[in-house]
């Protein structure tokens, strides 16, 4: 009789099924299992047994009790007969008595829903219905949340089964780590002082009193309980914007706030939206940060403006959070700042829309009323708000002297209560659902058919997902002593857009109650506030910022200087960032006035796809002062208007501009729209459009006698009485100009050779001839007592007119006299030195002095040595006229460019520093090239401007120049003036200056709508020209 391994070795080497047989997985020819010795042997092979990694729900014990006879090596059902890897591993796969999960459209595994002792509660059986099965109490996969919220976590584990089941982070090792960037950019010159982990956080612990009342402000309208009732599908309630004055004011800024400090009533202050993102700073994921003013032996917690605890965050706590664009995210209304965005505006709307507003005037009435509101100024009601100011007892047991804390909270509604009747007050919050589909939802469960049902499931989900933002607002609560928290579901209406809501339902809870559920310990939060309080009290007076850093559990304490973050300008980002980002938040309105086609174009960019709430119409009013129309925008609820900068026809009524229509069905609008209006006549150019009047301050504007003063500080240059006159001067060239003219003149005859030692003949002057008469081509302007010289740009007057000057080779702290600087500076020339040197034809590059305010050291404009006069800057000096406003940088260097394509007949110009002035060595700046498209346009944004400081608001139609603009090397710069073929002409002014005007150019870029901002690699911009508001076109 043959042996087995005879047997098996006989046998085709095709039929079977397993690894293959080689000398590592047998013993003696005979395949066996692997083990250790302390292992009990199991069984060659076992189809029924359960495996260790949980689909039972009986937990650690259950599984020992039954399958104690698999233990360590190879004990699984999967991996009971895997054996040791071999080199031809592709080859063979295990059998799984494992079931793959049911896929549902949610893309998670099976949901399942409550039935006998399955569903919510750990079901037995593994269909929808529950039920029991012989193996352990919880089920084999678990029916409910994650497989039942108290069958265990295994079967979630495992199967993935449940929205709450799947395990995140397994096998994610080899995923790229996100790196989120800081709500606030660290500078240089901040100091470090504290750096503190959460986990120190956690084991703080200060208990405090309930807090007692000490004003109130403001109203309350009554909640409106119909939204208690579970809405029916069919008759679902839409979120309506509704427009009520609202606000957010930091603490610093608080009028009441600033009187009960002055009073001495506490020793830290807060408002309620700052101190409860502190006292929950340790379940925190995202950056913010808090800016910390102490003055004297108080605290101030303020904020920054539009800082990021003002937004409301969308699964911050997540496992798989939201990813943002840097992370490869392309659904664009689904990452974090666009989900921001949509939660807060969702919140600010549902608490307007969920209380009776009833024309009876059914309210509480406050102490006071809004300290915010002005109905003078606020064109919508105030919103239903009550503001109370609190007083907590923070001290310690030991301490002799109380500290206390003063904080504002926030009610939203009241309501009768059910029992007795009283008066309870409301804080109303909304969560919100963007797609539960979409990454970033964090196994949340479909609203819409769970919420009914499995209420309790999908309250918990939103705990996991949003433990920050669910804490902050119990905080907020328990600070105002609110008695009731209602919180609203409020979820897309299409999932794809964030623009229409729906509101599936409102749930209150106590707030203590609910911060019981969550886990949330007021004590901690109280010794966190009081422990970041007593690190400042410790320090200095002075500003300091706490800061989450972006990407680490760690809070740190920076301290500031005393200025920062008062100016928004004082960013770092500056102005163009702040209204590229500005525009895409708002109904952004631009037209422009196109005079050779006779046509206005209009256009709209939209912060979302357009929808049946976008309406674009001209209205049927005209403009008071110009007789234009004016065209208002639309959009989700906000509201946009503008004065077109062209006459076109209006009707009885307004008229609805046609929306552009999708290109396939079902897509969505688009977010940008362009309209082409006709001009009703001809259009007639706008003041300012010649070239007469195209110059700021011209001779004639000034008046004669006038003082000239520095502008920054009205220290007196010129006294009064000192110009008797002034006078324009020419373009530049205009020697060469007036050479040529006298040299060609129709009656002297003459060949043309120019050879100055060739003699005169037929009345041809010479070339010296013509030096003499003032007419060569080195021949300067002479600056004359008493007269003052007008160019585009500059006042030239005499120094003996001038006082209160300074002058400098470089800056302001090495100025003085100007016959102290020239002795000081061998390479310094007078004038004499110059013309002696212009009369060789050397080449030696002109030189010059920065002149300075002796007052307050601003520099207002430049000494040039070869015509030995002082060039004062139109922008930097003030001066009697007839002109409306004072020429700014933009006006004088819009007249420059226009005077360069008049002189020349190029729109490209270089602007480089001005030669009169030494250059640093080794500069590397970049130099502005810039090329006018168009010298005479008007055009009308929505924007508020920053590209000209004497105007504040775009809405009307402004004269401007458009142009392209970029940036070069100085090397390239040169190259483009010294070439004879070069239609590139070159402009000098001040180093400050030309980077006033790169800021300016890249403000008004941001004017543009976002298709038209650019060409190849330049840049488009606008600039306003002298001339004020357009007439009627």
Request: net charge neutral.
């Amino acid at each position: 009789m043959d042996s087995l391994a005879q047997i098996i070795a006989a046998l085709p080497d095709g039929d079977g099924w397993g690894p293959p047989v080689t000398t590592e997985t047998t013993l003696k020819g005979v395949p066996y299992a692997p083990y250790s010795k302390g292992d009990k042997l199991g069984r060659m092979a076992d189809w029924t047994v359960d495996s260790k990694d949980g689909r039972d729900r009986g937990g650690r014990n259950q599984y020992n009790r039954y399958n104690r006879d698999q233990q360590t090596y190879g004990a699984g059902a999967v991996s009971l007969f895997a054996a040791p890897p071999a080199e031809d591993e592709g080859s063979f796969s295990v059998v799984s008595n494992v079931r793959d999960s049911a896929k549902t459209k949610f893309g998670r595994g099976a949901i399942f829903t409550r039935g006998g002792r399955g569903g919510q509660r750990g079901g037995a059986r593994t269909d929808n219905r529950g039920g029991r099965q012989p193996v352990g109490r919880g089920g084999a996969r678990g029916g409910g949340v994650g497989g039942g919220a108290a069958g265990g976590a295994a079967a979630g584990r495992q199967t993935g089964g449940g929205a709450r089941g799947r395990r995140f982070g397994w096998k994610d090792y080899d995923k790229p780590a996100r790196n989120r960037d800081a709500s606030v950019n660290v500078k240089a010159d901040w100091a470090l002082l504290e750096e503190i982990d959460f986990n120190r956080l956690a084991k703080l612990n200060l208990d405090a009193d309930e807090g007692e009342d000490l004003d109130s402000y403001g109203f309350l309208y009554y909640y409106d309980r119909t939204y208690d009732k579970q809405p029916v599908k069919s008759t679902e309630r839409k979120l309506t914007p509704i427009d009520r004055a609202a606000y957010n004011v930091t603490t610093s800024s608080d009028p009441i706030i600033q009187e009960l400090a002055d009073k001495g009533e506490a020793t830290i202050f807060a408002t309620d939206s700052i101190l409860s993102m502190l006292m929950c700073a340790p379940r925190s994921v995202y950056p913010w940060d808090i800016v910390i003013v102490r003055q004297g032996n108080k605290i101030f917690l303020d904020k920054r403006e539009n800082a990021a605890l003002d937004m409301v965050t969308v699964n911050e706590n997540a496992a798989d959070a939201p990813l943002d664009a840097a992370d490869g995210s392309k659904d664009t209304v689904n990452q974090p700042n666009a989900l921001a965005e949509e939660a807060t505006y969702i919140n600010h709307n549902f608490s307007n829309q969920v209380v009776l507003e009833s024309a009876s005037g059914a309210k509480v009435q406050m102490a006071h009323p809004n300290p915010f509101y002005n109905a003078s100024e606020e064109t919508e009601p105030p919103a239903s708000k009550a503001y109370k100011y609190r007083r907590f007892d923070l001290s310690s047991n030991s301490e002799e002297e109380p500290v206390y804390l003063v904080v504002r909270t926030e009610l939203d509604a009241v309501q009768k209560n059910a029992t007795n009747g009283e008066d309870q007050f409301v804080s109303i919050k909304a969560l919100n659902e963007f797609d539960s589909k979409a990454q970033g939802s964090g196994g949340a469960l479909d609203w819409r058919a769970k919420l009914a049902t499995q209420r309790g499931a999908v309250v918990a989900t939103e705990m996991k997902n949003n433990s920050c933002k669910l804490a902050r607002w119990t905080v907020q609560s328990i600070l105002a002593k609110a008695d009731v928290m209602k919180v609203g579901f409020v979820s897309r209406a299409n999932p794809k857009t964030n623009d229409k809501h729906v509101i599936l339902g409102v749930v209150g809870w106590k707030p203590r109650d609910f911060a019981a559920q969550m886990n949330l310990s007021l004590s901690n939060g109280w010794g966190i506030v009081r422990t970041i309080a007593d690190m400042c009290l410790k320090k200095s007076d002075g500003r300091y910022v706490l800061v989450k850093d972006p990407n680490k559990s760690i809070l740190r304490l920076y301290q500031v200087p005393t200025g920062s973050f008062d100016d928004d300008a004082d960013e770092e980002a500056d102005v163009p960032a702040t209204i590229a980002e500005y525009t895409q938040q708002l109904n952004t309105l631009y037209a422009e006035l196109l005079v050779n086609i006779r046509h206005v174009s209009v256009s709209v960019t939209l912060p979302t796809p357009g929808n049946d709430t976008t309406v674009v119409e001209l209205l049927s009013q005209q403009d008071a002062v110009n007789g234009h129309a004016r065209v208002r925008a639309r959009h989700n609820g906000a509201v946009q208007e503008m004065t077109l900068p062209g006459r076109v026809a209006l009707a009885a009524r307004p008229v609805r501009l046609p929306l552009p229509q999708p290109k396939k069905p079902g897509d969505l609008l688009p977010s940008y729209m362009i309209w082409r209006l006709p001009v009703v006549g001809l259009p007639t150019p706008a003041r300012g459009s010649s070239d007469d009047e195209l110059a700021p301050w011209s001779a004639p504007d000034l008046q004669p006698r006038s003082k000239v003063s520095c502008r920054a500080c009205s220290a007196v240059i010129v006294p009064a009485g000192r110009i008797a006159a002034w006078k324009d001067l020419p373009s530049d060239n205009w020697a060469e100009m007036m050479e040529f003219w006298h040299c060609h003149k129709p009656e002297h005859k003459h060949d043309h050779g120019h050879d100055k030692t060739q003699p005169a003949k037929d009345g041809q002057a010479t070339e010296d001839a013509l030096a003499g008469r003032g007419y060569g081509a080195n021949s300067v302007i002479s600056a004359d007592a008493g007269i003052g010289f007008v160019d585009l740009i500059t006042l030239l007057f005499a120094e003996s007119d001038c006082q209160g000057l300074k002058f400098s080779a470089s800056t302001y702290e090495h100025a003085s006299d100007r016959e102290s600087i020239l002795a000081a500076d061998s390479t310094l020339q007078t004038q004499t030195q110059i013309q002696a040197q212009a009369q060789t034809n050397q080449t030696k590059a002109m030189r010059g002095l920065n002149v300075f305010c002796a007052s307050c050291g601003a520099q207002i404009g430049y000494y040039g040595l070869r015509i030995a006069a002082a060039n004062l800057f139109k922008w930097q000096v003030d001066c009697a006229s007839v002109a409306s406003s004072a020429p700014t940088v933009a006006d004088c260097v819009a007249a420059t460019l226009v005077a360069t394509i008049a002189r020349t007949g190029s729109s490209k110009s270089v602007i480089l520093p001005i030669y009169e002035v030494d250059e640093k060595e080794g500069s590397e700046d970049k130099i502005l090239q810039v090329w006018v498209l168009n010298s005479n346009i008007c055009f009308a944004s929505s924007m508020t401007s920053t590209i000209s400081a004497a105007t504040a608001s775009m809405t009307e139609p402004r004269p401007a120049i458009k142009l392209l603009f970029k940036y070069i090397e100085r090397s390239v710069a040169d190259d483009l003036v010294v070439k004879l073929n070069s239609d590139v002409q070159e402009i000098n002014l001040p180093s400050d200056t030309i980077v006033a005007v790169m800021k300016q150019l890249e403000a008004s870029n941001g004017l543009l709508p976002a298709s038209e901002r650019a060409f190849k690699e330049w840049r488009i911009g606008l600039m306003e020209r002298w001339g004020g508001r357009v007439s009627s076109l």
